[in-house]
């Protein structure tokens, strides 16, 4: 699996410093590491813009009202951070189809992309459900 | 200044992402397709050092573990929802902006998925509330907490179980 150009950490070593990170947060800023709310945050803030009304009304934006708080931020870090890392080691690549993909599915970036959209629709709806 | 800490911490989490080489749709499929296990190395590597850290803190009253209820109905068909998802994806929702930093923008259809996902979700909220996450609610429970033991007598046995894993890979090449 890996190439000459697919130079990076051993996975073992990130994990652990990441683990790190966890720790540190929890101490100093009294927060764990978490992903998906923003999505369900970031929806409401778009939906807020067509329809504050309706916003304001929806139980599950009462529970997770939506503005940017410590989680979007994380989210917004965590691209700065992957796009410091990719352009300092040179792997950064403009790639809209995976290798694994093409093997299995083939060249279209439409097709990948369509995959991507509904997928995303259904992995958010089951991450939230489960409260993950 | 709560709005920084989370904006380095990500600066941070997003750098070792990449480091990694876990952010990459290859390797998540590699590892659903139990092809290569790199994301489960980091993700376990995270986890118990997380674990032990954390736990130690929280001992000495310097950090406050926040529980979320184990609702069994939410989590499985959560759980198994979230998989199907993740196998047409091959992003997760927080390595989804990661993988794009590194120039892999297919991530971007799965990240506008997983917003209107979101959306949608709120939508349901109110009918999950009244059914699923009725199902199988067992509150705030912890492994040590169920066994009524100290959970030092668990962490060890985690990290060994994590460690023998790893062996495994390493043997098996994975």
């Not at chain 1, 764990?32 to 139980?59: C, H």
């Not at chain 2, 794009?100 to 709120?122: H, N, P």
């Amino acid at each position: 699996m890996r190439t000459i150009e697919d130079k990076g950490w051993s996975p073992y070593l990130a994990g652990a410093l990441s683990g790190l990170v966890t720790i540190f947060s929890a101490l100093i800023a009294g927060h764990f590491l978490g992903a998906s709310t923003s999505f369900v945050r970031v929806a409401g803030m778009i939906e807020k813009i067509v329809d504050p009304e309706k916003v304001k009304g929806m139980q599950y934006f009462v529970k997770f009202v939506p503005q940017v708080d410590w989680q979007v931020m994380f989210i917004i870090g965590i691209f700065i951070g992957s796009l410091i890392a990719s352009t300092t080691s040179k792997t950064f690549r403009f790639n809209g189809v995976p290798d694994m993909w093409e093997t299995r599915f083939g060249k279209s970036a439409v097709k990948r992309g369509l995959a991507a959209f509904i997928g995303g629709i259904i992995a958010m709806f089951g991450a939230r459900l489960a409260d993950g | 200044m709560i709005l920084l800490y989370g904006l380095f911490t990500g600066i941070l989490f997003g750098f070792l992402l990449q480091k990694g080489r876990v952010i990459r749709y290859d390797k998540q499929l590699g590892a659903l397709r139990l092809m290569d296990m790199t994301i489960v190395k980091f993700m376990l590597s995270h986890i118990l050092v997380a674990m032990a850290g954390v736990y130690l803190l929280n001992d000495l009253g310097l950090v406050k573990l926040v529980f979320k209820p184990t609702i069994l109905g939410g989590v499985i068909l959560g759980g198994v929802i979230f998989g199907i998802g993740w196998g047409f994806l091959g992003y997760c929702p927080g390595t989804s902006v990661a993988a794009l930093a590194e120039g892999r923008w297919d991530a971007l259809w799965g990240i506008l998925g997983m917003l209107l996902g979101g959306a949608v979700y709120a939508e349901a909220f109110p009918l999950m509330a009244e059914t699923v996450l009725t199902w199988g609610n067992y509150g705030y429970i912890t492994i040590p907490k169920m066994l009524g033991i100290n959970h030092w007598l668990i962490i060890p046995v985690f990290i060994i179980g994590g460690l023998a894993l790893f062996k495994w890979f390493e043997k098996k090449g994975l």
